[in-house]
């Protein structure tokens, strides 16, 4: 190890900075600075079908200004009972949102009473060339208590050579006084750049709030 001595902090390096020069770790590399998340678009929901951002429509960008795109979504809730909230992507400004996805699901629970913890895999939320909504978590029905938060990542949606990969991570009070949390990922299996997306429950209208971001690349 002694031939390394003094150049270590310069072989490990983030978009050709290396380490030692790094004053902040930036919110891409997972190290949670804010600097590099840019509020793009707050939508909120009363009763409403659908939340949808489309690319050059009120003020919203989902093009190549970002290479990643996340989306908060924030106490939303769904006025029919046992349904699902789930996204949706289009490739042609949101004239269509069918385009084939493929994921995998697990979750985990914990009773206010202290009930056993489960963790397992989710069939019910996985997609197999799916093209309808992508779950992001089952619940989140009428009772207040039982909303969701959580987060959805994009990346890379204006690309025409690679699929587009997410991420999801969401948590609700689901049935039975329990913390559930639930954790997705997938890709939208098209080259095609994405440029819109929405939110919405499988069936009956949806509240809440959800929040876009783009998050740079420096």
Do not use: W
């Not at 795109?69 to 996204?87: A, M, N, Q, V």
């Amino acid at each position: 190890m002694a031939g390394f001595t003094g150049r270590t902090s310069s072989l490990i390096k983030y978009n050709d900075r290396s380490l030692k020069d790094l004053t902040t770790t930036p919110a891409a590399a997972g190290g949670g600075d804010t600097g590099a998340l840019v509020h793009i678009k707050t939508l909120t929901a009363d009763n409403s079908a659908n939340l949808s951002f489309v690319n050059g429509t009120s003020d919203v960008v989902f093009d190549n200004t970002y290479p990643i795109y996340k989306f908060e979504f924030i106490d939303t809730s769904i006025r029919s009972d046992t349904e699902k909230l789930g996204f949706n992507v289009s490739i042609d400004t949101g004239s269509n949102y069918n385009v084939a996805k493929t994921s995998s699901a697990f979750r985990a629970h914990h009773g206010e009473g202290d009930s056993p913890a489960a963790l397992a895999y989710y069939g019910d939320d996985d997609l197999a060339q799916g093209t309808g909504l992508q779950p992001i978590q089952n619940g989140g029905n009428s009772d207040a208590d039982s909303c969701i938060s959580g987060e959805l990542t994009i990346f890379n949606p204006s690309s025409t050579t690679f699929v587009k990969h997410f991420l999801i991570k969401s948590s609700n009070n689901n049935s039975g006084d329990r913390a559930q949390v639930e954790y997705m990922g997938g890709y939208c299996n098209t080259t095609s750049a994405v440029d819109a997306i929405i939110f919405q429950a499988n069936t009956g209208n949806i509240d809440g709030t959800i929040k876009m971001y783009g998050i740079k690349d420096s």
